[in-house]
């Protein structure tokens, strides 16, 4: 019999086992919640800093004479800085002679010897309650330590609220991938907790973290007992620490790491050695469930997590097992302990301070500083902002790279500004080399190669597309490590990384709306791309009007685009502008009135936009035989990144002359005759067309494509929607210098006077210092 059928017969009875207890244990933990909602309590919390001066260091240990032989001579010589440090030795029952071992070669080691193994935890607890100092240093039996690791964890204990410190962690094995490293994060997703340790050598100073590792880590003594040490609820081993120390957040306290308290860790453990990899699989499986039995009390969240272990395991049975899900036998383990964890979870929810997702906020950087270590005043000093982007700065291929980089060169004189941006490749970094006189600092982050499927899917695949951990690290370390005031977000796209934040001001600049964008390509699709485009709208729409409200101040590109916005989620009205951020440096744009190539026209942007592929497609097969009909020397160059195959557009016999990239098109702006913006789709201002009024290059577009730009036709420019009268506009102002230039003319005045950039960014500053003092007053009270 083939295996896989061999092990789907075997756990059948875990299975049906598993579909039935799961509704049960979740019927149990409701009531448990209800039962406590009516009779229990809260109980009070008294934070107390411990004294800092010493500690007491316990190392649990079972069968690890060896280890002990190797490693506590070290800890001995790094406990010697102070006479009342003590190294307490808790031996689990150990068979290989440990415990005489430690009696006779280390008589400066307090021995706790327990007549049986009660696990890491048990053995912890016990070394806890015997402690002398009010710190205790928790380290495995096979941790090296540097000399000099005790003195930054002892002064990581700032304040009352410290619960714990966790030393950096390096592997004794240097070609070993460093897995653990004692900076740890985690996340509540799928209805499970999933946890990691990150690599990240920029952090070099304290900074918060999900939990201490048992193993390498200082704690607050008291604190450790006030919540009951480590529990038993979680034995024989694993997830013990992480426990412990969501429990400290959710009381209200700090977990913090320590990049300056370094250790090595062999990483021989006994639990490989003693238990079979599926026996070890099963446990784990069966503490993460307990932990969220214990530990999550949002309704919505537990309903949630039962759904998806439930859903999980079963696939587990079918396919075979993995770590990112439950199994039937995990399932079965934790049910067997339903009683124990009905009582863990009422004494949690009586220690509780905050509520899930606030605890799972507090450990990331940018809400650990938002909620306790807050920017100083901001008075008479530069405000600090963390600009973030989905796209390359620089080169400005695309018209929100020009408005992005038009900003930051203007707002780098008034404020710190630190930059966060995604490119596609490393190599696209280079570029961004001009901005360094704008910028404090600047960081890349390479976008994921791939999408996400995304089936069934609420989100849009526009926002699914930057899901990024790794990006949102980013975003919170730069908020700690650089003291911000300010995010500015641009994009619909990365709205998804802000959030609740109580200091910290949250900017938005909404280069589009994005749903209003779908919604306008409708009609411009096939049957089959209609409706799967319509889908994303109904995405977009929904993902839209849940995030705008989350943000403290949110830039439009127009006044259409704000009504719009507003006519959707009008209690917006007071924190929505739409005159701070689409503008050029119109002064560093060559101007030009006349004396421009005759019959000439020019299309501009870049191919990866999908209306820009449009556009051209529309001009060409439905707008440029009308004007060649009436203007047979008219030619039409086109530039823009990523074109298309030459042989895929009609080039009318040599009248379309596709250039492709060029580095500045500042030149082509003020060497041809007229612009064009046959624009089908989206919303907001188009740059191009800033940048021809700013060039004195007439131009015609259509009324989508002048969005956002109070004209009338032929005032600033020409406005045409059918071919016809696109190429009737275009032919005429071919024909008229005159008149072209006079249009040409009151369009530079245009904006000069509402887009210059230098101007606007000196205002958004000044909104920026406003909404930032007034977040701080509505705090304080």
Not at 76 to 89: D, R, Y
Not at 106 to 134: E, M, T
Not at 600 to 610: E, I, V, Y
């Amino acid at each position: 019999m083939h295996w896989p059928i061999f092990r789907i017969l075997r756990q059948l009875p875990l299975a049906v086992f598993a579909t039935l207890a799961a509704p049960f244990a979740w019927l149990a933990l409701s009531l448990t919640d209800l039962f406590w909602l009516a009779l229990g309590r809260r109980q009070p919390r008294l934070d107390t800093r411990p004294s800092n001066t010493s500690a007491s260091i316990v190392i649990p240990n079972w069968n690890g004479r060896d280890l002990l032989e190797k490693y506590l001579p070290g800890v001995l010589q790094a406990a010697a800085i102070h006479p009342e440090n003590e190294v307490i030795v808790v031996d689990n029952g150990s068979t290989d002679g440990s415990a005489e071992f430690v009696r006779k070669h280390f008589p400066a080691v307090r021995l706790i010897a327990l007549d049986k193994n009660h696990g890491f935890g048990g053995g912890s607890n016990a070394g806890f309650r015997q402690a002398r100092n009010d710190i205790v240093v928790l380290l495995n039996s096979d941790m090296r330590v540097a000399p000099d690791f005790l003195a930054p964890l002892l002064e990581g204990f700032t304040d009352p609220q410290v619960f714990a410190v966790s030393c950096q962690i390096f592997f004794t094995d240097p070609n070993k991938i460093r897995e653990e490293t004692g900076l740890t994060e985690a996340r509540w997703s799928e209805g499970a907790l999933r946890v990691r340790h990150v690599l990240d050598d920029s952090v070099n100073r304290l900074y918060p973290c999900f939990y201490g590792g048992g193993g390498s880590c200082a704690f607050d003594r008291r604190k450790v007992l006030e919540l009951g040490g480590f529990d038993p609820l979680l034995r024989p081993f694993y997830l013990e620490d992480t426990d412990l120390g969501y429990l400290a957040w959710k009381r209200g306290w700090k977990v913090l790491y320590q990049p300056t308290s370094r250790v090595w860790h062999e990483h021989r453990g006994t639990i490989g050695r003693t238990f079979s990899p599926s026996y070890i699989d099963s446990i784990i499986s069966k503490n993460f469930l307990l932990f969220a039995w214990k530990n999550i009390h949002a309704p919505s969240w537990l309903a949630a997590h039962f759904f998806f272990a439930w859903s999980g395991a079963i696939l587990s049975w079918l396919i075979g097992p993995s770590r990112e899900r439950a199994s039937v036998a995990g399932l079965a383990r934790a049910f067997l302990q339903l009683h124990e964890a009905c009582r863990a979870r009422w004494r949690a929810r009586s220690l509780a301070a905050v509520d899930d997702a606030e605890a799972f906020r507090r450990p990331m950087a940018g809400y650990f500083s938002d909620r306790f270590d807050p920017p100083a005043p901001i008075a008479g000093r530069p405000l600090n902002v963390l600009f973030v982007t989905p796209y390359p700065v620089c080169p400005p291929i695309h018209g929100g790279a020009v408005f992005m980089r038009h900003t930051l060169r203007n707002l780098g004189s008034l404020a710190r500004v630190h930059a966060i941006v995604m490119v596609d490749s490393p190599d696209e970094a280079k570029a961004h080399a001009e901005l360094a006189p704008s910028v404090a600092s600047i960081e890349f982050r390479v976008r994921l190669e791939g999408h996400p499927k995304g089936i069934g899917a609420l989100l849009p695949y526009a926002v699914r597309e930057f899901i990024d951990p790794e990006l949102e690290w980013l975003i919170h370390r730069q908020i700690y490590l650089k003291r911000i005031d300010v995010v500015q977000i641009e994009y619909t796209e990365l709205g998804q990384y802000g959030g609740p934040y109580r200091r910290i001001l949250w900017s938005l600049f909404e280069h589009d709306i994005y749903f209003q964008s779908v919604g306008q390509l409708l009609p411009t699709l096939g049957p089959l791309a209609r409706v799967r485009a319509f889908v994303e709208y109904l995405r977009a729409l929904r993902y839209e009007l849940r995030l705008l409200p989350q943000f403290d101040f949110i830039q439009a590109c127009s006044e259409q685009n704000r009504n719009h916005i507003l006519s959707y989620l009008p209690e917006l009205a007071p924190r929505i502008d739409s005159t701070l951020r689409a503008g050029v440096e119109v002064a560093a744009y060559p101007y030009r009135l006349g004396g421009r190539q005759p019959n000439t026209m020019l299309f501009l942007g870049s191919f990866r936009h999908l209306p820009n592929q449009t556009a051209l497609n529309w001009f060409l097969r439905e707008v440029m035989p009308l004007i060649l009909r009436d203007c047979p020397q008219a030619r039409l160059i086109v530039i823009g990144s990523d074109p298309p195959p030459a042989h895929t557009i009609p080039d009318y016999g040599g009248a379309v002359e596709l250039r492709g990239f060029v580095a500045d098109a500042h030149q082509a702006l003020i060497e041809y005759a007229l612009f064009i913006c046959p624009i089908m789709s989206g919303s907001g201002i188009r740059v191009k067309l800033l940048e021809a009024f700013a060039c004195g290059i007439p131009c015609v577009s259509t009324r989508i494509g002048a969005e956002g730009i109070e004209t009338a036709d032929g005032d600033l420019c020409a406005l045409a929607d059918t071919p016809e009268s696109f190429a009737r506009r275009a032919v005429d102002l071919l024909a008229s210098e005159e008149m072209a230039s006079a249009m040409a003319r009151r369009a530079r005045r245009y904006v000069e006077s509402r887009h210059d950039a230098a101007e606007m960014t000196r205002r958004l500053e000044s909104t920026y210092r406003r909404l930032l003092s007034s977040k701080a007053q509505l705090d304080a009270s």
